[in-house]
């Protein structure tokens, strides 16, 4: 038994095609040998597993045949097929500008400089340092297999062109501040426009921006301009705010003298249209009875004065002198009778 599969086929050939005499044994067992050989070869060559988040893609002497979902197959050995998977299920990740060594809780980036990817142009002739992720996946196996040579690759170079145009139409202050959002989806639709033109066969899924700030060298003057904006809009408010204080004060108060005025005003004209037709009825009773009105106006204005006197004296008419008539001894004490 210590034979192998070569010497048994050699000895076959001297023997005119026959199974050679096996010591120990005989044709049969050298038969069972040889097909457990076969099996065996076949098994290796011809069974193949695909996991869960792979795509299998089958060529058959070359030529595209189709594709095969996570699970066991059996394809055709001795290379006449041949299986490519591709790991449809999994999202990559590319990174611009930094390159992470170890993630995890604290984080470890590389020390190296990849400025080269990072500093750009803006529209306004400044330039900014942008680092970005993009994160995507494989939907076209067959695509991302045959189409284009170096998808990672052809893929990177799209991100950065397309994130230089982006930031180049856009002024420095939009590009650190104002427009992250909008650069974010403006660069995944052209990248997911430029990659189909290719035919690569990848979704992009994410384009995050990292960071995004003035270069090392002016970066501390960048951040002494932005603390003194800073502290600028804090006293613009302060003052905007004790502005507001006082002009609304003043404005209530002024409202409220002229609600107050406009009510004084309401109330004289009322008093005053109230008493001109009050006149004018007693200016019609008079007319009809010129003596009894006099008296009847006589006796309501004694019956409204004489209640708020102290004293009341009653004299004829014919008298001539008041003082030999009044005692005044009480009005130097204070007193009044």
């Known amino acids: 038994m210590g034979e192998s599969f070569e010497d048994i086929v050699i000895e076959m050939k001297k023997h005119g095609g026959k199974f050679p005499r096996i010591p120990g044994g005989g044709p049969r067992a050298a038969r069972i040998i ?131 145009a982006v930031v180049g139409d856009m002024s420095f202050n939009e590009v650190i501040k104002l427009k992250r959002q909008e650069i974010e989806l403006q660069v995944k639709e052209r990248m997911q426009q430029l990659l189909d033109r290719y035919g690569c066969g990848v979704a992009v899924k994410l384009v995050q921006l990292q960071d995004v700030h003035p270069p090392a060298p002016v970066k501390d003057s960048f951040d002494e301009v932005n603390r003194a904006r800073q502290e600028m809009d804090q006293a613009i408010n302060q003052a905007y705010q004790q502005y507001n204080k006082v002009i609304y004060r003043v404005k209530g108060e002024a409202q409220q003298t002229i609600k107050e005025a406009e009510g004084r005003r309401i ?48 004299v004829d008419e014919n ?15 204070g007193g009044t009778r």
Request: aromatic letters at 10%; charged letters at 25%.
């Open 267 to 314: 109330e004289r004209i009322n008093r005053a249209k109230g008493d001109a037709a009050r006149f004018l009825k007693l200016l019609a009773e008079y007319r009809k009875a010129p003596d009894v009105t006099r008296r009847r106006l006589f006796l309501e204005t004694m019956r409204t004065v004489l209640p708020k006197l102290r004293q009341v004296y009653v």
């Open 34 to 164: 040889v097909a457990v050989i076969v099996v065996l070869v076949l098994l290796a060559t011809g069974y193949y597993q695909v996991e869960p988040n792979e795509t299998a893609v089958i060529l058959r002497f070359g030529k595209y045949l189709g594709k095969a979902d996570s699970g066991p197959h059996i394809k055709i050995p001795f290379g006449v097929d041949r299986v490519y998977k591709v790991r449809t299920g999994y999202q990559y990740k590319e990174e611009f500008g930094f390159r992470t060594e170890r993630a995890g809780v604290r984080t470890r980036y590389s020390s190296a400089d990849f400025t080269r990817e990072s500093d750009m142009l803006t529209g306004d002739l400044n330039i900014a340092t942008v680092t970005w992720v993009v994160q995507y996946r494989i939907a076209n196996p067959k695509a991302y297999l045959f189409n284009v040579r170096g998808v990672r690759g052809t893929l990177r170079d799209i991100s950065e062109a397309t994130m230089r």
């Open 319 to 333: 008298t001539r002198g008041m003082v030999p008539l009044l005692d005044l001894r009480g009005q130097g004490q």
